[in-house]
């Protein structure tokens, strides 16, 4: 909707622009710096809003599990503190989840996932390229908690809704099918051949170490609860150390804040562009006009010299001293100007200054100055 806009203001001042002189901005350079613009602005509005997010975790205070996190929220206004970096030890409520290919192995979330990876013509760059898509997704959950060294535990509320990786990966597995000759050359003429399926597990483990940073609050029965932030903030359980979560959300801001800037200093790019294509345009007209009142000049000076050389009146000269001598541009007016170096005689002053190319119409070289030419 935004570049839209942008798009529509561009187009609207390219038709401003066209009443300045004859120039004009390309629909290219419109589309080109409103895309710019567009892109400058959402990737800066993304780095604000991941840089807040850095400040949150800069400034959230760390409490350690025990018996004291308890009484500290009791005596807090609200019974909450609004944002909080914890670390314990991941310890369900109640039921577990059993791994499907480990049956050692049990968690509190578990997450499937089925990809299929296929080969896809590409007509652009004539090669077979990779994609995947994915087919089935599930993830199954666990009430847990976050136990510190005193076995204080912290219940976990909404972990679907945290951000970070809380999860690894137990089990993959690739299913390769099996094609007969005329499935593959079906595959070839589409276009699309399928390389098989991929399956993922992955589980948050009982006993793991995990961050938690969110809203810790006491609930209606005095349990020590971890949450997602009441003010909007981003809610994070992460496997890795609170330094590490820091560094990656830091490192999403830099990103995006180059992108920003990347984007801005292509739209500053065309800016100069076409300020630099309409500063040549203004010099040519200058030129122009210049090259005009001089070619004037020396055409009046001639004929009053010649004039007072051969008693004949410059306008009686003109109209009936000299046969038709047609401009070869444009079929209607006398040739009146030399095109130096090349010396040819083959146009008009007024067909000279609408020439796109300062080249001669007979040879082609370039031309250096024009000169008043009249016929004896």
């Known amino acids: 909707m935004c570049m839209c806009l942008c798009v529509s203001l561009l187009l609207r001042l390219q038709g401003d622009f066209e009443g300045m002189d004859g120039f004009s901005v390309t629909f290219t350079e419109a589309v080109c710096l409103g895309t710019s613009l567009t892109l400058s602005g959402i990737f800066y509005y993304l780095h ?19 018996g004291k996190l308890r009484n500290l929220l009791k005596a807090t206004p609200g019974e909450a503190l609004q944002y909080a ?48 898509r994915i087919l089935h997704k599930r993830v199954n959950v666990k009430p847990f908690s976050l136990v510190g060294l005193d076995e204080t535990a912290v219940r976990v509320l909404s972990p679907l ?12 597995k690739f299913h390769q099918p099996s094609y007969s000759f005329g499935q593959l050359v079906g595959q070839y003429l589409s ?14 483990k ?15 029965e005095g349990n020590l609860c971890l949450r997602p932030p009441s003010d909007n903030s981003e809610y994070f359980l992460s496997l890795a150390d609170f330094e590490t979560v820091c560094k990656e959300n830091c490192l999403v ?6 992108l920003a800037a990347a984007s801005a200093l292509a739209g500053a790019a065309v800016l100069f562009w076409v300020a630099l294509r309409y500063y040549k345009h203004l010099k040519r007209r200058w030129e122009m006009e210049q090259e005009s009142q001089e070619f004037a000049r020396l055409l009046a000076e001639a004929a009053r010299l010649r004039a007072n050389d051969g008693g004949v009146p410059p306008n009686e000269a003109n109209n009936h001293s000299f046969p038709p001598n047609e401009c070869v541009i444009c079929l209607t007016q006398p040739r009146d100007c030399i095109l130096l170096e090349c010396g040819h005689v083959c146009c008009c002053f007024v067909c000279f200054q609408s020439m796109h190319q300062q080249k001669c119409p007979i040879c082609r070289q370039d031309i250096v100055r024009v000169l008043p030419f009249y016929q004896p």
């Open 48 to 66: 604000r809003k991941k840089k807040n997010v850095v400040d949150k975790l800069e400034n959230a205070p760390h409490f350690t599990i025990d």
């Open 161 to 172: 809704h945290a951000s970070g990786e809380n999860t690894e990966i137990i089990n993959e």
């Open 85 to 132: 970096v914890i670390e314990g030890s991941v310890k369900p409520a109640g039921e577990t989840l059993r791994s499907n290919s480990h049956q050692d192995i049990v968690g509190v979330l578990q997450k499937f996932t089925l990809k299929e990876h296929r080969l896809v013509w590409s007509g652009i760059s004539r090669t077979w390229m990779d994609t995947e």
């Open 253 to 258: 801001a830099f990103w995006w804040k180059v």
């Open 191 to 204: 276009g699309e051949k399928p390389k098989g399926q991929l399956e993922i597990e992955e589980m948050l």
């Open 206 to 220: 009982v006993g793991t170490t995990l961050t938690g940073i969110g809203e810790l609050i006491l609930d209606t």
